[in-house]
T-cell receptor
Framework: GQQVMQIPQYQHVQEGEDFTTYCNSS?????IQWYKQRPGGHPVFLIQ?????EVKKQKRLTFQFGEAKKNSSLHITATQTTDVGTYFC?????????FGSGTKLNVKP | GAVVSQHPSWVICKSGTSVKIECRSL??????MFWYRQFPKQSLMLMAT?????????EQGVEKDKFLINHASLTLSTLTVTSAHPEDSSFYIC???????????FGEGSWLTVV
């Protein structure tokens, strides 16, 4: 079955440092979505990328979708303590939707 | 934005009994709903994909007779954990979308504890 791999598993940064998480799929995706989950909460939708090579920005967050539509990345510039949580990518291959293993971000003030 | 409501949020049941979890899309018609299970500090594991009016498609390793999924309408899907055992204790979460390629919205999740 389809697998979506995500690295790193954990990332500890000092407030103000940058953060990046990477997502790779074993198969070509129709689109990829990113979610953030806080402890005890449910995943919250951040963004969807559809086009090959697409780049989208949300304030300090930059999302990229690879040319082959198999990999993606989320980059946070100048992290803040409010960025703490687990970031998941989720690969959409039409009627199947699989999550990456997640990257847990901890930001030290 | 779109809202997906999941109920109950918390449930405790005795070993051997069954428990039903509901997932409702409140402001859109969900042609597809997904059911996930999440263990502490782990990712969401897809259990099954449910399309309205048809049988759910289960992932490998998920017992379809134990985790009964019904998607009888465009706004409601249910997951029934039958003959629950303590190892079924977990966080179950549903998600829904209006169609292929559409944004997927999540319910709030249900914490199941089997004692």
């Amino acid at each position: 079955g389809q697998q979506v791999m995500q690295i790193p598993q954990y990332q500890h940064v000092q407030e103000g440092e940058d953060f990046t998480t990477y997502c790779n799929s074993s198969t070509t995706l129709s689109n990829i979505q990113w979610y953030k989950q806080r402890p005890g909460g449910h995943p919250v939708f951040l963004i969807q990328l559809v086009k090959s090579g697409e780049v989208k920005k949300q304030k300090r967050l930059t999302f990229q979708f690879g040319e082959a539509k198999k990999n993606s990345s989320l980059h946070i510039t100048a992290t803040q303590t409010t960025d703490v949580g687990t970031y998941f990518c989720a690969g959409d291959n039409f009627n199947k939707f699989y999550f990456g293993s997640g990257t847990k971000l901890n930001v030290k003030p | 934005g779109a809202v997906v409501s999941q109920h109950p949020s918390w449930v405790i049941c005795k070993s051997g009994t069954s428990v039903k979890i509901e997932c409702r899309s409140l402001d859109f018609q969900a042609t597809t709903m997904f059911w996930y299970r999440q263990f502490p500090k782990q990712s969401l594991m897809l259990m099954a994909t449910s399309n309205e009016g048809s049988k759910a498609t289960y992932e490998q390793g998920v017992e379809k007779d134990k985790f009964l999924i019904n998607h009888a309408s465009l706004t409601l899907s249910t997951l029934t954990v039958t003959s629950a055992h303590p190892e079924d204790s977990s966080f179950y979460i549903c998600s829904a979308r209006a169609g292929p390629g559409n944004t997927i919205y999540f319910g709030e999740g249900s914490w199941l504890t089997v004692v």
